[in-house]
Every structure is written in C-alpha cells, then in structure tokens.
C-alpha cells in the first residue's frame, strides 16, 4: 500500500472534524443547473508524539470574527452555519483541551478556512503555505475593500502568531514538494498548487498503514494537484477528504476515512447528511 509513499511505520491519530457549512451555488459546480446546496466543510485534528494540531478552522457562526469583504460578499449570501458543537467542544470530547493545541495548519488562507486562532487556541501557532503572505499582505486593517485578514496579514499590526511553513521540500509519490512534518514519515504536508498561493494538501499515515489525503480545495483551474491526488489514490491506494466533500460520508463505505468520524458525526452521516442537513 505504502511502497513509493514513505517507509516508515510511524503513523498520526487523525479525526474529523465539523466545520460548519454554508449554502453554495449549484450553478457553479454544474452547468445549467441553479439553486443552492449545503456545502459541509470539514477540519482535521492530528496528534502525534505529545503534539495536537488542526488543519483547518471551518467556519464560525460570529460573522464579527471575519473581515468586511467576507460579510459583505460571502456571508451575506451563503447563509453559513457554525458546527452544532464547536471545534474546541469536538476537542474536549476527545479529551484534548484548547491549551494545549499547538499549531494550527491552514490549507490556505480563504474565509471559509482560516480565521484569527488566538482567543480559541492561546498557545497555538498558525502557519500557511510558502507564497502566502505576498499574496494577502496587507490585509483588511490597512484597507477594508481587501478580503483578506489583517489580524494575520498586516505587516505592521497583526494580532496572530503565525508564519509560513519552512523546512526541506521532497519529493513524495507524485508531489514534487512536501514536508516530512514530523521527520519520520507519518505526516506529509503537500504543495498543491492551483487554488490560491500557497495552497497545501496533506497526506497521513494511519496505525494501521492506510494514508488519508487531506485534500483541502481545489478548483478545476488546478488540473495537475487534481491528476496527483487522483495517482495517490489509485496507484497508491490512499484515500481522500476533501474539505467540502460528503460523498463518502453519506456512502458510508470506506472505512478508513469513516474511522475520522466520532460517534455522534457517524449519527450524522447517516442521519442528517444525506439530507442537506446540518450534523
Ligand atoms: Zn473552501
């Protein structure tokens, strides 16, 4: 299953997580259909070696937390819902306080992802991709027309702890750059252009050796990501979350990634999800 990925027999606790959802365009996802479906959108925790870290935030049901261009052009029409149990409420049910989070991965640096970690996650450092802090600098503090965050992005009075994601880029399956996060092949973060700078995916490693793609976004602008993640799962028999994906929840088939769910998200899938429902 692994050969070519990483020889390594660590592996990460991985677990889903609720981010919420918004109502997204139909028209957008298919030509010539219109009207809205709910777009879910999940989070990740990973732990490994005394370490507890997100990848990603999902949505917060406090349109204050988000930047007057966000209010004005997303929330104003996607109708977003925050998780019914918040992210740091889905934590304590797995028995890991806010405290002692300690990094939090952003895929990448939309709304509906990243948002200011400070007051949630106090001890929490927040990173993005390479590329990203050119590309949303200054942020909305200096103009409020722009989207992106100041909190994160101004580079004179931001709020968040934070930096992009340095180290030694390689190789892994098809992905000509990626991060052996924790130095013993368990957990890979990959640079999957294509959605926005310094856009990331993920790869984990489970106990029991299967590799969970966290696919985050992307868009059909970005082909190649899309051609490679498919190639982890077909020639590396990996499987994928995307962050806005509930296919294999509603299936409820592949057990692997249906071992991300705790029991009340299991409820869910069968209960809510299929129906547009908020879990
Ligand atoms: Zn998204």
């Known amino acids: 299953m692994e050969v070519g990925l990483s020889h390594t027999d660590a592996f990460v606790k991985l677990a889903l997580l609720d981010g919420g959802s918004f109502l997204g365009d139909l028209s957008r996802l298919h030509a010539g259909e219109s009207g809205t479906f709910r ?28 930047t007057p261009w966000v209010n004005k052009f997303m929330l104003d029409i996607v109708n977003h819902v925050g998780p019914r149990r918040t992210i740091v409420q889905q934590l304590a049910q797995r028995g890991v306080a806010a405290e002692d989070v300690d990094t939090v991965l952003f895929s990448h640096a939309h709304w509906d992802h990243s948002r200011p970690i400070s007051d949630l996650f106090p001890n929490a450092m927040a990173y993005f991709g390479p590329g990203t802090r050119v590309a949303c600098q200054p942020g909305h503090m200096r103009d409020p027309s722009l989207q992106w965050d100041g909190r994160f992005f101004d580079p004179e009075n931001s709020t968040e702890k934070w930096d992009e994601l340095h180290g030694v880029w390689k190789p892994f399956g098809p992905f000509e750059r990626a991060l052996d996060y924790f130095g013993d092949g368990s957990f890979w973060i990959l640079d999957a252009p294509g959605h926005m700078p310094g856009n990331l995916a993920a790869a984990a490693r489970l106990q029991d050796g299967e590799w969970v793609i966290l696919g985050s976004d992307y868009l059909s602008s970005a082909k190649e990501t899309i051609a490679k993640i498919g190639l982890l799962e077909t020639k590396f028999g990996a499987h994928t979350a995307l962050a806005h994906d509930a296919s294999w929840l509603k299936k409820g088939t592949d057990q692997v990634l249906m071992s991300l769910l705790d029991d009340e998200m299991r409820v869910a899938a069968q209960e809510k999800i299929p129906y547009d429902e908020i879990p």
Do not use: K, P
Not at 42 to 66: K, M, N, P, T, V
């Open 39 to 66: 777009m879910y959108n999940w989070a990740f925790y990973i732990a490994h070696q005394g370490r507890h870290i997100l990848w990603d935030l999902g949505l917060d049901e406090d349109r204050s937390c988000y």
